[in-house]
């Protein structure tokens, strides 16, 4: 009893503390969480990727967001904006004064620094995988990612055959659509916003636009819910899988 005890206390494992509060300084790592420092804004932006701004927002919950968007970085702003990017654009830089002008509370967390109206906060994760799309899963082929236009024609068109197939669910991975779609004798597999597997019989490019145009806006760059390394389509944009003929 007495030694359960002792060890039980010796060992004890602290209660999670709510990391980056107060003061903190540039290199502070935790839960894999590096704060990179305070760096400028840009017109052009200095964090390119995925955004968001909610008025909860904490470093943990945009590093979060922005690692499921598959960026390794985020940065905050004024508070409650958060930015995701792979670095940070050429002309932002790290302030060499420090955290001078990151000075705004998180909306979510007062105690922690998010940014400021001209200055971004700015932490990376230290063990990030990319996600990627396999070339080939389970027998079938990588094909393209295609953007669905606000008018629906990409999954309309599968919708016209009277062929759709459409589940959602919280563990989705690549093969766990392709399965699916091939147990039901499709062979087409789309996976869109990391959750969502559409099935068909035929694809016609035609329709279908590209998403790889580098002036969309669609992407396919979420991950899978149910597998962080492999990318199941993004928001309005499917990423499309073949059955080889
Ligand atoms: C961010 O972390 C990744 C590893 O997860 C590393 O490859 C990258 O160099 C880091 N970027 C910066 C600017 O520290
Ligand atoms: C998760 O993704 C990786 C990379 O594509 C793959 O090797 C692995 O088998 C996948 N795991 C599952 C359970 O699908």
Redesign the pocket.
């Known amino acids: 009893m007495f030694l359960r005890i002792f060890v039980r206390g010796l060992f004890a494992i602290p209660p999670t503390l709510a990391v980056f509060e107060g003061d903190i300084m540039l290199g502070d790592t935790a839960n894999h969480i590096r704060y990179l420092g305070c760096a400028n804004e840009l017109p052009s932006r200095a964090l390119p990727g995925g955004s968001y701004i909610n008025a909860a927002m904490t470093v943990e919950a945009c590093q979060n967001y922005c690692n499921t968007a598959n960026y390794p970085m985020s940065g905050i702003m004024a508070g409650q904006r958060c930015y995701c990017g792979q670095g940070l654009s050429l002309g932002s830089d790290i302030a060499p004064d420090g955290n001078v002008k990151c000075t705004a509370p998180c909306s979510g967390n007062s105690r922690q620094r998010c940014g400021s109206q001209t200055h971004l906060s700015v932490f990376n994760t230290t063990n990030f995988v990319y996600a ?1 799309s ?1 070339a080939r ?1 389970n027998g079938w082929n990588y094909h393209k990612c295609f953007m669905e236009p606000s008018w629906d024609a990409v999954l309309e068109n599968l919708v016209a055959t009277n062929q759709l197939v459409f589940f959602e669910r919280n563990d989705m ?3 766990l659509c392709i399965d699916e779609c091939s147990k039901r004798g499709y062979s087409v597999a789309g996976l869109q916003a990391g959750r969502e597997c559409w099935c068909g019989r035929t694809i016609d490019d035609r329709y279908w636009s590209d998403a790889n145009d580098p002036s969309c806006r669609m992407t396919c760059g979420t991950i899978c819910a149910g ?1 962080k ?2 990318i199941c389509g993004g928001k309005e944009a499917l990423a499309v899988n073949l059955k080889p003929k």
């Open positions: 990627t396999p899963v991975r690549i093969g597998n390394t492999q």
